[in-house]
């Protein structure tokens, strides 16, 4: 499984950005999910995706504000963001689970078994 994100770059606070993660192998089967670190920061998520596109999971400092979105068929999963702050910058990656997704949801590290390189998300204030 090999995964791939895209799509950093420098925004203006209050601006957008879309993310791409290009992912092969059997991940089309696999949830995925988009985690950030900011410098001096630990990694944190940001949102997940079940493999069916059915469930999706926000952290609370996102809801309203990114989307998380897959197209299997072009093997793609997405990270809307909109009405970007200073403070959502940092580097963007995207993992993959390969087992089940439980009722908590995918917010921890651990959860996933492969990562991709980042993408940096720079916003300017």
């Known amino acids: 499984v090999q995964l791939q994100a895209f799509g950093g770059g420098v925004v203006q606070a209050g601006g957008y950005l879309r993310l791409s993660c290009a992912y092969s192998?059997?991940?089309?089967?696999?949830?995925k999910g988009w985690f950030r670190q900011a410098p001096g920061k630990e990694r944190e998520f940001v949102a997940a995706?079940?493999?069916?596109?059915?469930?999706?999971y926000y952290a609370d400092s996102v809801k309203g504000r990114f989307t998380i979105s897959r197209d299997n068929d072009k093997n793609t999963v997405n990270l809307q963001m909109n009405s970007l702050k200073p403070e959502d910058a940092a580097v963007y990656y995207c993992?993959?689970?390969?087992?089940?997704?439980?009722?908590?949801?995918?917010?921890?590290?651990?959860?996933?078994?492969?990562w991709g390189q980042g993408t940096l998300v720079t916003v300017s204030s």
């Open positions: 995706i079940t493999w069916s596109g059915g469930t999706t």
């Open positions: 192998g059997p991940a089309s089967k696999y949830a």
């Open positions: 993992a993959a689970r390969r087992g089940p997704v439980n009722s908590g949801g995918l917010p921890s590290r651990n959860m996933y078994n492969y």
